[in-house]
């Protein structure tokens, strides 16, 4: 028996025959005969298991009509997000051997619900966008095809780049509680947008367009700084920098005032 098979668990116990119970909000809005409920599903755990290993697992042999999402199954799509004890993260990211024994599994909050785990973050990411034109807006010229690009500082690049790893999972969303109270808050994905746009010097927007676009109550200035969307963007972006550099240019430039 090798060292690894006699490791614990969170809960003090032996991982080797552990059985897991995930207690999950089942839920079809489009079934009007459908009430909210908890339903309790028993799996044993298994080294490097994943939170959505299990949910296959218990939709390949237990219940077919669960309803959850997934793509990637690598942390790179962010559609795996959900509740997982009331805390927002991925699920492909979530090895159960950090689980409790018992762990209740509810659908992100704030976006529309499509069934169970399910939910269209897609709908509201794209509209958020559109409403920030979060696109790199260029000179409108005559552009020659062998024409290369002018080289960016690599710093900058790096930047522009950490900026860009954001998956839209809405775990950001979820856990904030501007958003629980203002559906057309723009959340920190938003201003994680708006920042990376502003950054990059091939967008020939000025500061002031930029500003006017997140520059009241549905922007910075409604962020209540609890910073809960740090404390669980799975990808460890760092938008509590970028919240406050926005505050601060805004609050020095009078935009949004």
Same mark, same amino acid.
């Given at each position: 028996?090798?060292?690894?098979?006699?490791?614990?668990?969170?809960?003090? *116990?032996?991982?080797?025959?552990?059985?897991?119970?995930?207690?999950?909000?089942?839920?079809? /809005?489009?079934?009007?005969?459908?009430?909210?409920?908890?339903?309790?599903?028993? =799996?044993? #755990?298994?080294?490097?298991?994943?939170?959505?290993?299990? =949910?296959?697992?218990?939709?390949?042999? *237990?219940?077919?009509?669960? *309803?959850?999402?997934?793509?990637?199954?690598?942390?790179?799509?962010?559609?795996?997000?959900?509740? !997982?004890?009331?805390? %927002?993260?991925?699920?492909?990211?979530?090895?159960?051997?950090?689980?409790?024994?018992?762990?209740? =599994?509810?659908?992100?909050?704030?976006?529309?619900?499509?069934?169970?785990?399910?939910?269209?973050?897609?709908?509201?990411?794209?509209?958020?966008?559109?409403?920030?034109?979060?696109?790199?807006?260029? *000179?409108?010229?005559? !552009?020659? %095809?062998?024409?290369?690009?002018?080289?960016?500082?690599?710093?900058?690049?790096?930047?522009?780049?950490?900026?860009?790893?954001?998956?839209?999972?809405?775990?950001?969303?979820?856990?904030?509680?501007?958003?629980?109270?203002?559906? #057309?808050?723009?959340?920190?994905?938003?201003?994680?947008?708006?920042?990376?746009?502003?950054?990059?010097?091939?967008? !020939?927007?000025?500061?002031?367009?930029?500003?006017?676009?997140?520059? #009241?109550?549905?922007?910075?200035?409604?962020?209540?700084?609890?910073?809960?969307?740090?404390?669980?963007?799975?990808?460890?972006? /760092?938008?509590?920098?970028?919240?406050?550099?926005?505050?601060?240019?805004?609050? !020095?430039?009078?935009?949004?005032?």
């Amino acid at each position: 028996m090798s060292a690894d098979d006699n490791k614990e668990d969170i809960s003090g *116990q032996s991982r080797q025959n552990r059985w897991l119970t995930f207690n999950v909000l089942r839920y079809n /809005p489009s079934d009007p005969a459908s009430k909210p409920r908890l339903q309790a599903y028993k =799996l044993e #755990d298994a080294d490097s298991m994943t939170l959505f290993i299990a =949910l296959n697992e218990i939709r390949e042999h *237990q219940d077919p009509t669960l *309803q959850f999402d997934f793509v990637c199954r690598a942390g790179i799509c962010g559609s795996c997000a959900m509740m !997982v004890n009331g805390r %927002p993260q991925l699920a492909c990211r979530t090895l159960t051997r950090n689980l409790p024994a018992e762990t209740t =599994l509810a659908p992100l909050p704030f976006f529309e619900l499509i069934g169970d785990l399910s939910v269209n973050t897609g709908k509201w990411m794209r509209g958020m966008s559109e409403r920030l034109q979060a696109w790199l807006h260029g *000179q409108e010229v005559e !552009v020659d %095809p062998r024409r290369i690009e002018e080289r960016m500082n690599p710093e900058l690049a790096e930047q522009i780049y950490e900026l860009d790893r954001c998956v839209e999972c809405g775990c950001c969303v979820a856990a904030c509680g501007t958003a629980q109270m203002r559906q #057309d808050f723009v959340g920190a994905v938003g201003f994680g947008k708006i920042a990376r746009f502003r950054l990059d010097p091939r967008d !020939v927007r000025q500061d002031d367009d930029y500003y006017e676009l997140i520059g #009241d109550d549905t922007g910075v200035f409604g962020c209540m700084s609890l910073l809960a969307c740090q404390d669980v963007c799975p990808k460890s972006l /760092p938008l509590q920098t970028q919240i406050a550099f926005l505050r601060r240019k805004m609050a !020095v430039t009078g935009a949004g005032l």
